[in-house]
């Protein structure tokens, strides 16, 4: 069975510019994570999807940040325009079990963004 | 508001010796807890999680974690480590609350090195 698989692995860019990181989860699983870490900094929370819903957007840091999964499946976060404070890991993640909390999240490999 | 703090951002230690990971908690509500390990170029895995019942949960990799609430702790122990152990561990949480299960909040992580 494939895992949570994120695209592209790394990009650079540059300041202003847009990125799209894509997400495919687990086959079957409802729900999908978006996490990243800046540099230095813990890993932070940034949306959850049930299926094509928006279940909890909280930890997205501004509106240059948009998040979509079209039909329930794939995921993208796009950055539009990036900055400089936007470098660091994109994590995707995915879980089976609508609403159950303590059920086991399954983390893709991220994907390393750097703006200069 | 919850946090995790992880004591030790680098650990430094010989092959075959033991080692402790610590890790504190803070919450108003009550918490499933779990640690995380990324690999050298890899994602991150879901190494061990406490939900409930005894308080000591072990990895088939021979890390172990005791849940100590009275203490709001969960420190990660290997009795002998290995070469193939060096990675970066990360404690988290998420809240005992319905459709909460996936916001996971992490630690900063710590980074276990194994020397020969």
């Known amino acids: 069975e494939a895992g949570v698989t994120q695209f592209p692995s790394h990009s650079v860019i540059e300041k202003g510019q847009t990125v799209t990181l894509r997400c495919d989860p687990i086959?079957?699983?409802?729900?999908l994570y978006w996490y990243r870490r800046v540099m230095g900094k813990e890993i932070k929370f940034l949306l959850h999807?049930?299926?094509?819903?928006?279940?909890?957007e909280s930890g997205m840091p501004n509106n240059r940040f948009l998040a979509e999964r079209t039909g329930g499946t794939y995921s993208t976060l796009k950055v539009q325009p990036a900055e400089l404070e936007d470098s660091g890991v994109y994590f995707c993640a995915s879980s089976g079990r609508r609403g159950a909390s303590g059920n086991t999240i399954y983390f893709g490999e991220g994907s390393w963004l750097t703006v200069v | 508001a919850q946090s995790v703090t992880q004591l030790d951002s680098q650990v430094p230690v010989f092959e075959e010796a033991p080692v402790e990971l610590r890790c504190n908690y803070s919450s108003s509500v009550s918490v499933y807890l779990f640690w995380y390990v990324q690999y050298p170029n890899q994602g991150l895995q879901l190494l061990l999680k406490y939900l409930s019942g005894s308080t000591l949960v072990e990895s088939i990799n021979g890390f172990e974690a005791e849940f100590n609430k009275s203490q709001t702790s969960f420190h990660l122990r290997k009795p002998s480590v290995h070469i193939s152990d060096t990675a970066e561990y990360f404690c988290?949480?998420?809240?005992?609350?319905?459709?909460?299960?996936?916001?996971?909040?992490f630690g900063q992580g710590t980074e276990l090195s194994v020397k020969p």
């Open positions: 086959s079957g699983h409802d729900n």
């Open positions: 988290a949480v998420s809240l005992m609350i319905y459709n909460q299960g996936g916001k996971l909040i």
């Open positions: 999807f049930v299926k094509e819903s928006k279940q909890d």
